[in-house]
Structure formats: structure tokens, C-alpha cells
């Protein structure tokens, strides 16, 4: 489970990316924007812009955290997850869409990091869902999705994956490498 400032981040940076739509949008478009940012800042910088956790899916990589808040949202769950209840409580979903019910607290987002999501709206904002999915559908997703046809437990997409998929140079991929080795060791 993600700490409470994890979440806190997690929560942010969606309320940022959906206070951008007026009508709301859905699922695909939301998780793509999320996807393709954290691809690029962890191309760019060698650090994550969100700390969630992202699974291969049908349609693309998912944020773990983000789907499971707003299945619950949908569902009309949430007493289960009170580590989860402020960020419920910060979305609605109505037909597969999802909307904003509060502004994000900017504290959260470094401003390279507003700079990445806004970058990735503008790409994002007026193309069609699925063809986002489709152009999330590269070599690396597939070795995942492979990957995890022979163990259900391997369908997430590591950073190096997420990084790789982005065409990080190999020094920044032997960084990130080195970087989460560091953190396993001291955990």
C-alpha cells in the first residue's frame, strides 16, 4: 500500500490533469495523460512524476491506484480504504467519466512536473481514447503482457519498462537501475 503522502501526490496530480476537462473524461484518456507523463519526466529526469504503480492492461498501462479509487468512486465503495476516503471524495464519476470536485493543492506538484502533465494534455485532449491506447500498445507493453501470460504477478510495468518503453538513453536507464537498487537495499 502507498503511504499517505503518496496518495496525497497520487490525488494532485489527477484533480491537476482533470480539472483541465470541463465535461469530464474518461478512464482511457485520463490514464493515458498519467502514462505518457510519467514516461516522459522518467526519460528525462530518472525519477518518477507519480508514485503509482502501472499494470498492463487490455487497453495499455494502468495507474493501479487511480483505477482502484475510481472503480470504488463508481461502485459506490469506500469504507473499506480510509486511507483512500480524501481522494474518493475529490472525484465523481458519471458514465465513465470522470470529473474533479475540488481544485489540487499545487504544493504537491513541482512545477517541471505541471509543466510534463500539461505537455501531455495538449498532446492528449483531442485524440480519440483508443487511438491513445493503441500508441501505448509498444514492444515493451507486449514483452509485459507476454510476460505475464506465463505469470499473472508480472503484469506491471517496472520504471525501467515505463522508461524504456520512452527511449531512455542507456545511461538513464543504468541510473534508474542503480537508483531502485539502492532503494530495495536500504528498505
Excluded at 64 to 90: A, H, R
Aim: proline content about 3%.
Amino acid at each position: 500500500m502507498k503511504t499517505l503522502e503518496q496518495i496525497q501526490k497520487i490525488e494532485n496530480v489527477i484533480l491537476y490533469v482533470l480539472q483541465k476537462f470541463d465535461d469530464g473524461v474518461d478512464y482511457i484518456k485520463l490514464f493515458k495523460i498519467i502514462y505518457f507523463a510519467q514516461r516522459d519526466y522518467l526519460c528525462r529526469f530518472g525519477k518518477t512524476l507519480i508514485p503509482e504503480t502501472f499494470k498492463a492492461r487490455m487497453h495499455g498501462p494502468i495507474p493501479t491506484l487511480t483505477d482502484k479509487v475510481i472503480k470504488n468512486v463508481e461502485d459506490g465503495v469506500g469504507d473499506d480504504f480510509p486511507d483512500l476516503k480524501e481522494f474518493m471524495e475529490s472525484i465523481k464519476v458519471i458514465d465513465q467519466k470522470v470529473y474533479a470536485l475540488r481544485k489540487p493543492n499545487l504544493d504537491f506538484i513541482a512545477k517541471k512536473e505541471r509543466e510534463c502533465l500539461d505537455k501531455w494534455f495538449d498532446y492528449c485532449k483531442d485524440r480519440r481514447s483508443y487511438d491513445l491506447s493503441e500508441e501505448s500498445h509498444d514492444d515493451v507493453y507486449h514483452n509485459v503482457v507476454a510476460r505475464s501470460k506465463k505469470d499473472p504477478q508480472q503484469d506491471i510495468m517496472t520504471n525501467i519498462d515505463i522508461a524504456m518503453s520512452g527511449h531512455a538513453s542507456d545511461k538513464m536507464i543504468e541510473y534508474i537501475r542503480e537508483k531502485e537498487l539502492l532503494v530495495a537495499e536500504l528498505a
